[in-house]
């Protein structure tokens, strides 16, 4: 699989923008400002987009892409998130306030968007891969996806932070290739990151001798402003790991 990062930056400024992963041009997981460098052509390739959790960075884009897509697409969008994260979409975002709802647009037989509850741990074909949702640790009901091509396995966390449950999921699959996981801040805002639940690169760097497999490690959502210091600590804190800190417009091949 090709995964193109459209935004993986823990906020936005020039060059920067939100979480988005577009995988082989079908599937996006989450809608960040990522998504607003799509052409519409681009955007109408997409079948499914797979959101990890309600907070704005990675759901914003969501919006745009219903409406400009309104009136394109002769089969809806599918949207596959926690039934959680579902209810906080329609109620906080498409509830005809902050957003039309497009759930119902343009009539509740022939919507634009189609929400898919999943559950964690439940895998699920979503075009020609296989997607298994697990829980994290974040301040609102949060998923990451585990990302099977056949040829290769991609977990991409969402924003998460220490927690014994992402461990103990990661040791129990048979192969993990590539792992993009959050550290949003240096080390001196360790507490800021508790609080927000975030990593930071001396918390990950300890938590990561509980991963019994060996990644190839892709580092996001750093918070604009800390990536040299991030970057600077993660040298000691992450020494012996394959990894990098992702920017926007790289390429994955999994
Ligand atoms: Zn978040
Ligand atoms: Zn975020």
């Known amino acids: 699989m090709r995964i193109k990062i459209l935004g993986c930056s823990g906020g936005v400024g020039p060059g920067l923008r939100t979480t988005s992963l577009l995988v082989d041009d079908a599937i ?4 960040g400002t990522g998504v607003g460098d799509l052409s519409l052509a681009q955007m109408s390739r997409i079948t499914d987009v797979l959101i990890t959790h309600s907070h704005l960075d990675h759901v914003c ?29 329609r109620e906080h975002l498409f509830n005809w306030k902050l957003w039309p ?8 037989e022939h919507p634009i968007v189609v929400f898919h509850p999943l559950e964690p741990g439940q895998a699920r074909a979503v075009g020609a891969m296989t997607v298994t949702p697990f829980q ?26 220490a927690d014994d449950r992402l461990w103990n999921f990661l040791n129990g699959q048979p192969r993990l290739d590539r792992l993009m996981i959050d550290v949003a801040f240096p080390d001196e805002d360790a507490e800021l990151g ?14 990561l001798a509980k991963l019994r497999h ?9 918070k604009p402003g ?29």
């Open 28 to 31: 996006l997981v989450d809608a």
């Open 61 to 89: 884009g969501l919006a745009f892409i219903a409406d400009n897509l309104f009136g394109l697409l002769d089969r809806p969008l599918r949207v596959h998130a926690t039934p959680e994260t579902l209810a906080a979409l």
């Open 101 to 108: 709802d497009f759930s119902a647009l343009p009539d509740a």
């Open 136 to 161: 994290v640790l974040h301040t609102v009901p949060a998923v990451g996806y585990l990302i099977d091509s056949g040829q290769g396995v991609f977990v991409f966390t969402g924003d998460t932070y």
């Open 194 to 207: 508790r609080l927000s639940r975030h990593f930071t690169p001396g918390l990950l760097g300890q938590e």
């Open 214 to 222: 060996r990644p190839k490690l892709y580092l996001t959502h750093h």
């Open 226 to 254: 800390t990536e040299r210091a991030i970057e600077q600590e993660c040298l000691t804190a992450l020494a012996g790991w394959d990894y990098s800190h992702l920017k926007r417009g790289d390429i994955i091949m999994s």
